[in-house]
């Protein structure tokens, strides 16, 4: 039986497989393509930085709020991200991969059933990993539109739960 933590890292890693999936063969004009122009909340957000956004967030809460790292995140340049290529951010993915693979690794049951600070909240350990995976979630949906609206209704192919899921449950 897989564990509870392998569980909830097979669930990222599917996700951020799904986000290098969609931009690998990008160029750059569509990697910073934004659907709607403007500024803060009246923009529409790039591939680029989403994808950035969500390697920002998913350090910050493993990293720094779990695994209790020192703040290193700067959320604002995440939005202000232009990409040259896929790979540059594939690179992000796969470094916050690995620091996410470290972390879980180092993790127990007292672990899990921990609470941690996170901005003067008191947040639970599991929140925290599922905060991740639904935020990661939603802004996959929205790459996938953004992917969408800039090819002009192509669609990159989204595999359904039952060929995400390993073979072997």
Not at 110 to 136: E, F, K, Y
Not at 147 to 167: D, M, N
Request: proline letters at 4%.
């Amino acid at each position: 039986m897989i564990s509870e933590l392998d569980n909830y890292l097979e669930r990222i890693e599917d996700l951020r497989s799904q986000i290098s999936g969609l931009i690998a063969e990008l160029p750059a004009e569509a990697l910073n393509w934004r659907p709607i122009e403007g500024k803060n909340d009246h923009a529409a957000n790039s591939l680029a930085v989403l994808a950035t956004h969500i390697a920002g967030a998913e350090h910050f809460w493993i990293a720094e709020v779990i695994a209790g790292r020192p703040e290193t995140r700067d959320r604002e340049a995440e939005f202000a991200t232009v990409a040259t290529t896929a790979a540059e951010i594939i690179q992000l993915l796969e470094q916050i991969a690995l620091e996410t693979r470290n972390v879980f690794s180092t993790l127990s049951e007292t672990d899990l059933n921990g609470i941690r600070q996170a901005r003067g909240r008191t947040v639970p350990v599991r929140w925290s990993i599922l905060q991740v995976i639904d935020h990661t979630s939603l802004h996959l949906g929205h790459m996938q539109i953004t992917y969408q609206l800039w090819s002009g209704g192509k669609a990159v192919h989204s595999p359904l739960w039952t060929e995400r899921l390993p073979k072997n449950r």
